[in-house]
């Protein structure tokens, strides 16, 4: 059933807001979805910023039970004795989620209700959110494919049909959902501090600076950063576990990685890279002459239909390693590479990864994007193995000291490695 979101025409939006919310603390279930008739899932108060799904999760935390029941409250009101609080709140954040909550709304605290489930300790509510959150992003994720169709077959539609099209657009009024775009794939929820993030083009024509720890661009955004050494050296050894691998690593970096695999005695090792002050850089240390290392200077989506090309032609440019860390590109491109290009570059019995880091820098968006991740793998026919790996707390060890945003902050890292299903 729609719901009738229009508001009275003398009714004030915050004491509106609050109704909802106070029924939603009080897992009033049907004061709630008779609300829900009028009123949105997704207000959100005025002053506190908190939506329905804060409310309802706030109203389930132990301590406040704990608390009312030594003053001798009820929390609920007159509420099922034989109910807990946890297991309320969770029939009040469904019924919210089925009727349009949003799932990674922040409040006044920058919290999403999962971010406040998770610190509370309130497994079952947080692992509902984490799945509404799945749920959500790969909904995105088909409706911008859809749109892409869609923008594909109008550019195909012959003159004839555009006129017949238009020629019956003149006669009926049809619903269109011609100027509906379906947003960029982005799991982590916007800080109110946020600037806009960089994309791959800008990237490229920004001059970077490097540092002993770190590789910052103009605007300060750290591209990498040494602290994540460790992961590398583990990911490499994983990846190519015997010398003699042939290897083939996208975005140099620092060269963290590719140098733990020169320490494994490759084969050949292949290295893409695309930004020019990396690869002056890389001239610098000498990659280019160092023993079975081929470097290809461009962007990897240039880069890689040539490799395949060149298979095809019968040469052999097949790998048993590969690894993908790239920077200022979102996750549909990530995508697009274990979609289309690793299958035709990976041997039979090879194994390939990548810089898991999306949305790292809050954990249920971290918890969200593994999930969406290992779905898509699935879908392309990858197995993935996830080896946890622990991280130190880098903002008390003053990594993030004259870095514009902290891009990690989970304690922590869960590495991929993927083959070939079956």
Same mark, same amino acid.
Do not use: I, N, Q, S
């Given at each position: 059933m729609d719901n009738d979101t229009s508001q009275t025409p003398d009714s004030d939006p915050a004491v509106d807001a609050r109704q909802v919310l106070l029924a939603a603390s009080n897992h009033d279930l049907d004061t709630l979805r008779d609300l829900l008739r009028t009123y949105p899932a997704s207000v959100q108060d005025p002053e506190t910023g908190s939506t329905p799904l804060h409310a309802a999760i706030a109203g389930a935390d132990p301590s406040r039970k704990a608390q009312d029941a030594r003053n001798g409250e009820h929390v609920n009101g007159e509420v099922d004795e034989k109910q807990s609080p946890a297991d309320a709140a969770v029939e009040i954040v469904k019924l919210l989620l089925q009727n349009g909550a949003i799932w990674n709304d922040l409040d006044g605290n920058d919290e999403t209700p999962g971010c406040l489930a998770l610190r509370l300790g309130l497994p079952d509510l947080y692992t509902i959110m984490v799945d509404a959150g799945v749920r959500a992003e790969i909904l995105i994720s088909r409706l911008d494919e859809y749109e892409q169709l869609k923008d594909q077959d109008s550019d195909e539609e012959p003159e004839d049909e555009v006129s017949a099209t238009a020629a019956e657009d003149d006669t009926t009024q049809v619903e269109s959902t011609e100027n509906v775009t379906a947003p960029e794939m982005i799991i982590r929820p916007p800080s109110r501090e946020d600037a806009p993030q960089p994309n791959q083009p800008t990237y490229l024509t920004t001059p970077l600076s490097f540092r002993a720890d770190r590789i910052l661009d103009a605007s300060a955004n750290s591209v990498m950063m040494s602290w994540e050494s460790h992961l590398m050296s583990l990911t490499a050894s994983l990846l190519a576990p015997t010398h003699g691998s042939r290897i083939l690593n996208i975005g140099h970096g620092m060269g963290i990685i590719d140098s733990h695999f020169q320490s494994l005695s490759p084969k050949t090792h292949h290295i893409v890279e695309a930004h020019p002050d990396v690869l002056t850089r890389m001239r610098e240390e000498g990659w280019h002459e160092k023993e079975g290392v081929v470097v290809h200077e461009g962007r990897w989506q240039d880069i890689l239909p040539k490799l395949l090309e060149s298979e095809e032609e019968g040469e052999s440019v097949m790998f048993d390693a590969i690894y993908f860390d790239t920077f200022a590109e979102p996750y549909t491109s990530l995508r697009h590479f274990f979609e289309n290009f690793v299958i035709g570059l990976l041997a039979d019995d090879g194994k390939w990864g990548f810089f898991n880091g999306m949305g790292a820098d809050r954990q249920i968006c971290?918890?969200?994007?593994? *999930?969406?991740?290992?779905?898509? +793998?699935?879908? /392309?026919?990858?197995?993935?193995?996830?080896?946890?790996?622990?991280?130190?707390? +880098?903002?008390?060890?003053?990594?993030?000291?004259?870095?514009?945003? /902290?891009?990690? *902050?989970?304690?922590?890292?869960?590495?991929?490695?993927?083959?070939?299903?079956?």
């Open positions: 971290y918890d969200v994007y593994t *999930k969406v991740v290992e779905l898509d +793998l699935f879908e /392309a026919g990858w197995d993935v193995e996830w080896t946890t790996v622990p991280v130190e707390d +880098l903002e008390e060890r003053g990594e993030w000291e004259g870095v514009r945003r /902290a891009y990690w *902050k989970v304690g922590e890292y869960r590495l991929p490695v993927c083959r070939f299903m079956g």
